[in-house]
């Protein structure tokens, strides 16, 4: 079993940045990918960003590349989202997850609320 505990969710206007973060606890040894997903009010949850945990390779979407970037902290076991010149359209909650080597996020945190005012 792994926990995944999400903070640095908060209000910021447009064009701010926020930094979340996601550490993890519990069987981490397991841990292949980290992924950071969103859920806007009435939507889907969507993808944002994924690291693997050993070599770091990183995956964005279309929508958060070149503003948002994922790190990780293999000592901490913490996976980071920086998130840059915000936009409301980025407003949801955000969610860290992580997978196996199946690729299936088997493990989800309880989210963490991003508000970006216009």
């Known amino acids: 079993q792994v926990t995944l505990v999400e903070s640095g969710g908060g209000l910021v206007q447009a064009g701010g940045d926020l930094r979340l973060s996601c550490a993890a606890s519990g069987r981490t040894f397991s841990i292949y990918t980290m992924g950071w997903f969103r859920q806007a009010p009435g939507k889907g949850r969507l993808f944002v960003a994924s690291i693997r945990w050993s070599g770091g390779t990183t995956y964005y979407a279309d929508s958060v590349k070149g503003r948002y970037t994922i790190s990780r902290d293999n000592a901490k076991n913490t996976v980071y989202l920086q998130m840059n010149s915000l936009k409301p359209e980025d407003t949801a909650v955000y969610y860290c997850?992580?997978?196996?080597?199946?690729?299936?996020?088997?493990?989800w945190g309880q989210g963490t609320q991003v508000t970006v005012s216009s």
């Open positions: 997850a992580a997978s196996g080597s199946t690729g299936d996020y088997k493990y």
